[in-house]
């Protein structure tokens, strides 16, 4: 059955008649009587389909469990769409196929009218599990999705936190360079001025030392 669901979830057909009229097309050109163009499926050319067929097998797998669980009493349209997909190969026109299929499990008590009711009942349940699906799927990008995104937040303000510290470490860094600059050029200049005070004192007391030594001679002359 998984082989319905594939075909349903998987292949998007466009009907080439490009067979049936080249098969008539001989039979008109060709030199005996035309007959009657025998009735042939239309070849089916595949669309890309939207899914990958990694998705194509979950998914067919998913609605095919989905189906089984679901399955209603008696023969219904499941069991009538199974017997279908059975009977594809040996029955190729469909119409035959259905009136075949059909009247196989009629006997079994099986309506046009029990078809038709089941298959709504069946498109309720897909609909009820597309409903619980987009809410797993919400609550998945809440748990995961969005507790990334606080992270995302969180690290984002974390770098401008980070650069309004280096701002500030760079104005205060900027500050400091600028005082220390100021601060050696004091050096300088009190180095200088401490260097030209410790001159001139070294002249005065070499005048003063020598003005002692003369008068010790003097005195030592004079006095006897």
């Known amino acids: 059955m998984s082989g319905f669901f594939k075909k349903a979830l998987g ?36 669309y890309n389909s939207p899914l990958s067929q990694q998705d194509i097998d979950k998914f067919s797998k998913h609605f095919n469990d989905l189906f089984d669980r679901s399955n209603l009493p008696g023969p219904d349209y499941y069991e009538f769409t ?3 997909h059975l ?7 469909e119409n035959i196929r259905i009136a075949t299929v059909f009247a196989s499990l009629s006997i079994q ?13 069946y498109c309720n349940i897909i609909e009820n599990d597309k409903a619980q699906f987009e809410k797993a799927a ?10 990334r995104k606080a992270k995302v937040a969180a690290m984002e303000q974390k770098i401008a936190d980070n650069a309004e510290m280096i701002r500030k470490l760079t104005q205060e860094i900027t500050e400091t360079q600028s005082q220390i600059g100021t601060l050696k050029n004091e050096i300088v200049q009190e180095d200088t001025r401490i260097s030209a005070n410790k001159g001139s004192f070294t002249v005065a007391y070499q005048a003063m030392y020598n003005k002692i030594n003369s008068d010790i001679q003097k005195i030592n002359t004079i006095l006897k």
């Open 11 to 46: 292949v998007f057909v466009e009907f080439d008649d490009t067979a049936n009229s080249t098969s008539s097309n001989s039979s008109s050109n060709s030199g005996s009587a035309p007959s009657m163009p025998q009735p042939s499926a239309p070849r089916p050319q595949a």
């Open 82 to 84: 199974k017997m279908m």
């Open 87 to 93: 009977l594809e190969a040996q029955i190729p026109d």
């Open 109 to 121: 008590g099986l309506t046009k009218d029990k078809i038709i009711e089941t298959a709504k009942q």
């Open 138 to 147: 919400a609550d998945k990008a809440s748990q995961d999705v969005d507790s």
